[in-house]
């Protein structure tokens, strides 16, 4: 079960949430088997808590975040930027949402440290910073429609729910994962997931604060700022109505 698209889609080009994806595609491309094969820079560039503890390879608590170890993560993570990242770049600015992106990646890189300092697994993967533009749109947009695909066997559907469900599931699981899944055998950093989605929240505060709090829920009713959109009239199949 995963989300595909949100109902209020940015009325401005979000130009750094496509420039980011555009960067980790290029990253993808260049370090997997099938690219270009640089898989010196894949080792190179991750996150090992235990070189950053002892102050050696800091540049990976920038570099992991543009790094993915196969075709599933590097989609789910792109695609998950691509739903919610659009309208928190409109609320921010573009300059903004960067730096709140890279500075989301790097509060979720230092709660794995503190969480492993230790470990020399490497780490890599938007998603620490990815989460935290999760934080930021469910302060942002808690009633914001959201669609979910979920698979079960053989039976696939859309339903519609709103983000502050399907958000705060998300994590926490993520919070479940990281008291009861060991990291050295889950394979996945849940505590930079968290780290970087309550990363997202406090440094989305500011901006929630200017639009006016609680008053811009009130004009809004927690939605982005303009109208949804009615996915169900794009169709051009014909409805045929049952007799």
Excluded at 94 to 111: D, I, K, Q, T
Excluded at 119 to 128: D, R, Y
Aim: proline fraction near 7%; glycine fraction near 12%.
């Amino acid at each position: 079960m995963f989300p595909i698209r949100d109902h209020n889609p940015s009325e401005r080009t979000p130009y750094v949430t496509i420039g980011l994806i555009f960067a980790n595609l290029v990253m993808f491309v260049l370090t997997m088997p099938w690219g270009l094969d640089l898989g010196r820079l894949w080792g190179e560039w991750a996150l090992y808590s235990a070189a950053v503890t002892n102050g050696q390879m800091l540049w990976g608590l920038v570099t992991h975040m543009f790094l993915h170890a196969g075709i599933m993560h590097f989609a789910g993570n792109m695609l998950f930027l691509w739903i919610f990242g659009d309208n928190l770049e409109e609320q921010m600015g573009h300059l903004g949402f960067l730096v709140f992106y890279l500075a989301c990646g790097l509060a979720a890189a230092a709660a794995q440290i503190a969480a492993e300092p230790l470990s020399t697994i490497p780490m890599v993967g938007a998603s620490g910073a990815i989460a935290g533009v999760m934080g930021g749109y469910l302060l942002m947009f808690p009633r914001a429609r959201v669609d979910i695909l979920a698979i079960i066997v053989i039976i696939i559907k859309v339903f519609t729910l709103p983000a502050w469900i399907v958000l705060g599931m998300w994590f926490a699981l993520q919070m479940l994962g990281g008291f009861t899944i060991p990291g050295d055998d889950g394979g996945v950093a849940y505590w930079a997931h968290a780290g970087g989605f309550i990363a997202g929240v406090v440094l989305t505060l500011p901006v929630f604060l200017r639009r006016g709090g609680p008053a811009f829920w009130s004009r809004t009713d927690g939605h982005p700022p303009h109208a949804p959109i009615d996915y169900g009239q794009l169709s051009r199949v014909p409805q045929v109505p049952r007799r």
